[in-house]
């Protein structure tokens, strides 16, 4: 009898610590549960510090087209100082129905130019212009470096902005530059006279970003039909 009063009284001990501990337990406070992914975050505004550059509107004109007519061969020559047509010359073919006019410019050295646009069309559009050279001689090469070195000194002196070479070849090249607020695209091609190596001509012709594949067809049909010296 007595050691079943004693195995009760055991049991009791041992089901009253279970019952202890378990309580225990359950007064603990439970940790803060953690996030496992950071919380979102808004992202920075654009820092307004940073300029972004800006451009002036295009001129709302057509772009230039693909395969628009040419004329007839036609004949350039560099006036002499009577003002008559000189033996340096050149023969080319030019936009049908385009203005062209001679520009004076000033020194002995400097070329004979003309420039052809659309009539009524912005000057901010698309020009075309084509030099014949009459001062001292240069190769092909040094032609498109000085003249590249001119922009470029053009750009120091704040006359031109941006100025950028995007491609360049043994003879010419395509840069992209900006005249008061216009973004400019240029193509201009170098020609030798008729020994092969010094610079006798240059067509060139500029225009918005939206005019350069009618720029490189019309840059590319003139080439096949200019002769220089005729």
Do not use: H
């Not at 050691?3 to 055991?10: A, E, P, S």
């Not at 654009?46 to 004949?75: G, H, M």
């Not at 090469?141 to 043994?170: P, W």
């Amino acid at each position: 009898m007595k050691w079943r009063v004693l195995l009760v009284v055991l049991l009791a001990l041992v089901v009253g610590g279970v019952i202890g501990v378990v309580a225990a337990r359950s007064d603990r406070t439970e940790p803060e549960a953690r996030v496992s992914f950071s919380d979102p975050r808004q992202l920075p505004a654009s820092d307004p510090s940073i300029p972004v550059e800006t451009f002036a509107p295009d001129p709302s004109d057509p772009q230039l087209q693909l395969n628009i007519p040419l004329t007839p061969p036609v004949v350039l020559a560099v006036p002499g100082p009577d003002g008559k047509p000189t033996g340096r010359r050149i023969v080319v073919p030019l936009p049908k129905g385009w203005t062209g006019r001679q520009i004076a410019l000033q020194g002995p050295s400097a070329p004979a130019r003309w420039q052809y646009t659309v009539e009524g069309n912005d000057p901010n559009s698309y020009v075309l212009r084509i030099d014949i050279y009459r001062g001292l001689p240069l190769t092909v090469g040094r032609a498109i470096s000085a003249r590249i070195s001119a922009l470029d000194s053009s750009t120091l002196q704040g006359n031109l902005q941006d100025f950028e070479v995007e491609e360049q070849d043994a003879e010419g090249f395509v840069a992209t530059y900006v005249d008061r607020g216009f973004l400019r695209v240029a193509e201009e091609k170098f020609f030798a006279g008729p020994d092969g190596v010094t610079a006798y001509a240059t067509v060139a012709i500029s225009g918005r970003e939206q005019d350069r594949p009618g720029m490189a067809d019309l840059l590319a049909r003139i080439s096949e039909g200019i002769r220089v010296g005729d």
